[in-house]
């Protein structure tokens, strides 16, 4: 483990510690106790319209300044949430943006996308390339002409990043202190990877959302790296039966689970990470993986935007709208 005396310095994005608000419309509809269902709401980040990467980009930007970066590049889907959040930690700091992201323009550039131009960023398309790739490239034309580029990893998830959730975990040991479980959606892995050091791998349920190929590998690795002793994939409570027909695609299951959520708790979700995240959750406690009687916490960890720029969730939201005639 890193000592601490050699971790760069946090620079402070959000306000903290985010709330932690019971759920019990919610918990009463999925047959818990009132008391039991929980949600950690790390969607009320404040920079940038909210989510999980503000606490991972804490760490990661809080580095690139300590090494002098004019200008930070990283990686994502075309709604990412982190795209969006490095383009709004850009703006905060004074620092230029460029977003290498996935495929070409044109599906959408509504969400994340029009709030990527909003603060200012430059968007790369990588096409068919990968994505790690191309940002090195970007960086390196970036540095030809006098910048000083700092390439902040896909979704933030780099040990330093997660340790934005470590400190998540001690904020919810703090508030609950009988918490049972946590439930995440797992992206990058960083979230997840982070909860796990001060909670343990029995308390955290990650549902795979489908952006890594490997996510027990990918946590793991993750909480290797900040505790300094081996994580086996297999200790850790991953669920993978939400990814449906892939990362972007919309299932049945997200959209039930976020429509119950917003009629319940008046709480919006989004299609690709939370959504999936609440599936999971309710597929928990139809195993009897998650049970009444215990104080089970949902990590909120925000993409609002992204429902937006999802043009079959919206479709389906739209659909499903009352008219009455006076």
Known sequence: M?????????????????????????????????????????DLTGLGGGGNKVRKLEWTCGAALADGATVLVTTGAPQSNHARLTAAAGARLGLDVVLVLAGAPGASDSGNLALDGLFGATVVW????????????????????????AVIPFGGSSVLGARGYVECGRELLAQARDLETVVVAVGSGGTMAGLVDPLGA???IGVHCGAVTDPAGTVSALVSGLSGAD????????????????????????????????????????P???????????????????????????????????????????????????VSRP
């Open 272 to 322: 690709i990470y939370t959504g999936r995240a609440m599936a999971g959750l309710i597929a928990a406690i139809e195993d009897g993986d998650v049970l009444p009687g215990q104080r089970t916490v949902f990590l909120h960890s925000g993409g609002l935007p992204g429902l937006f720029g999802h043009r079959a969730a919206l479709a389906q939201a739209e659909a499903a709208l009352t």
């Open 2 to 42: 890193t000592p601490d005396s050699l971790i760069p310095q946090r620079t402070v994005f959000g306000t903290w510690p985010t709330p932690l608000e019971p759920m019990p419309r919610l918990a009463r509809a999925l047959g818990l106790g009132a008391n039991d269902l929980w949600i950690k709401r790390d």
């Open 202 to 204: 029995a308390r955290v």
């Open 126 to 149: 990588a096409g068919d390339q990968a994505l790690d790739a191309t940002a090195q490239q970007v960086a390196a034309g970036l540095r030809r002409q006098g910048g000083v580029p």
């Open 231 to 270: 994580c086996a994939p297999d200790s850790l409570r991953m669920r993978l039966d939400q990814v449906g027909d892939g990362y972007s695609a919309l299932t049945e299951q997200s959209m039930a689970a976020l429509t119950l959520t917003a009629r319940t708790e008046g709480i919006v979700l989004d």
